[in-house]
């Protein structure tokens, strides 16, 4: 018998299955369920129970974890099953928005359940590794309760009592990352434009470059945090020393990057606005950057 204790995985898609995964891993007694029942084999033939219903996985565990599609087929999921939720505790890590996390946290305790939201930062192959860390907000005496437990997915970070903040911060960091693809991709198109490019190649070049501009962004957020604490209310995105140059350097070296991109036969749209925004606050007699206007 384990000591561990015991857990429920509603939801076995290619993240709930790393979570379940993780969880037997880690010698808590598992339940699963889903809603195609195969998708529980594996974990099954590795020690897990399967549930024949999402009420009997709830029922089976003190702590069930719940992984989705959207908040709406969660709803769909749990409802059916609500009267088996009281008394025990749900950590949702569906991917949602912050408003919808503190909806269902008022759902959940309308049945009687203890409620952590959850953003994982993590992919199903990293799920239990030294890398993966999984945001939860909520009532700190939940997260303290299931830390443990929560441990085995990933580094458990908590984030606050507002159910919303974890999806919120988990929103962001994923914006920043798609963000970031997606300039990956614009500057290999630029760069295997030319003859001799090779995406390869560039990457090499482009990594280190990367890496050593996120040192930058302590700098940055300094500014920011310095802003936000003369006026809470005002614009908090990028004024400050940190970043302050010349507008007219910034205009001219966006220009060039629109410029090149079109030259190169690579979409532009993102440096159309910029250049656009920037043209404006020349034209508003503005002389200093202090950061992208897209923001706010
Ligand atoms: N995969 C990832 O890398 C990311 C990492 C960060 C967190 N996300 C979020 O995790 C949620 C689940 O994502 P997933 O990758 O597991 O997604 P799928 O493999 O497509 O599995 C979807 C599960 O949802 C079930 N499902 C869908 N519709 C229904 C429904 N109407 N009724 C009941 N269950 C439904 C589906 O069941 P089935 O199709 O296997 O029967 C899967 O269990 C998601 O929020 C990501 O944003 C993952």
Known sequence: MSSKAPVSVIGLGDMGRALAGALLAAGHPTTVWNRSADKADELVARGAVRAASAEEALLASPLTLVCLLDYDTN????????????GRALVNL???????AREAEKWAAGAGADYLDGGIMAIPATVGTPGAFVLYSGAERHFAAHRETLEALGAAKYLGADAG??????????SAMDMMFAGFFHSVAMATSHEEGSAGGFTELLV????SMTQVMPAFAADVDADLDADPNG???????????????????????LRAARDAG????????????????AADGVTEYTGPETVR
């Open 235 to 257: 614009p908090a995105a990028g004024a400050g020393p940190a970043l302050a140059q010349g507008l007219d350097v910034v205009l001219a070296g966006t220009q060039n990057m």
């Open 165 to 174: 903040i974890a999806p919120l911060y988990d929103l962001a960091l994923l």
């Open 75 to 86: 709803r769909a999921v749990l409802e059916p099953a609500v009267g088996a939720l009281r």
């Open 208 to 211: 280190p470059w990367l890496t």
């Open 94 to 100: 569906t991917n949602g928005t912050p408003d919808e």
């Open 266 to 281: 690579v979409r532009a749209d993102f440096f159309e606005r910029a250049v656009a925004e920037l043209e404006e606050r």
